[in-house]
Each structure stands twice: as C-alpha cells, then as structure tokens.
C-alpha cells in the first residue's frame, strides 16, 4: 500500500501549470515539524519539506484557496521521478500525488478553511 498522511503548512503560493485555460496541476511544498528529544533531554524541532503535486479538481481548489502559511491536511501516494543532472549523475526526486487535500485554517480572510479537495476516486470512498 502506498498512502501517505500530511499535516503541516504551505511555504510560498502554490505554482498552478494551465493548458488553454484549464488547470493541469497545482504544485506546492508543505512543512511538516517534529520534535525528537536530544542526549541531553532538550527537545529539537525537526522540519521535513515536501513536494505536493495535485491534478484535475484538487488543483483547481488548491490553486483558489491555499496561500503561503495555510495549514493543510493532504492525503496522497508518494511518487518517485529519476532523472540526470548536467553532470550525468541520476537524481532521484521524490513528491505527493495529492488524492485529497484538506484546509485546515487558512490565513486570509475571504476563504473557506472548511473546504476540502479531493479526487473523483476519494469521492466515491476508493
């Protein structure tokens, strides 16, 4: 099974990509903190970024309704892409394939925190 749980908040806008008009993908990058605790009993804080890419209604949704800062809640597959670099070297990069993705508050005022994107298959509960 490959699914993947997020709760974190957006780091800039999110950078849509349209064709003739329509919204082919929404793309954005989520911060997610934890917080391990060190040798010496401290407590560090730990943030991951990640890569979120959404597709059809879900990226028309993200588009309109997340800003830089919006805390979200995205469910999604984790998606794998190998390429080579200027020098050669294979990278491989990895990102969200966001099935759904839900607002949790959102920072400008004007916006639905309630809404909530998801995919036709999250819809009809696949």
Excluded at 27 to 35: D, I, K, L, P, S
Excluded at 67 to 76: C, F, S, T, Y
């Amino acid at each position: 099974m490959n699914k993947v749980i997020l709760h974190g908040h957006l780091g800039a806008d999110p950078e849509v990509r349209e064709n003739e008009g329509i919204i082919s993908v929404c793309t954005f990058r989520v911060a997610t903190n934890e917080y391990v605790k060190t040798d010496d009993g401290a407590f560090k804080e730990l943030t991951e970024w990640h890569r979120i890419a959404a597709f059809g209604k879900v990226a028309e949704k993200c588009a309109k309704f997340l800003k830089k800062g919006d805390q979200v809640l995205v469910e999604g597959k984790i998606r794998s892409s190998k390429w080579k670099d200027k020098t050669g070297k294979e990278v491989t990069t990895f990102q969200i394939a966001a099935d759904a993705v839900q607002f949790i508050s959102n920072k400008s005022e004007g916006r639905a925190p309630e809404e909530v994107a998801s995919s036709p298959a999250m819809e009809a509960g696949i």
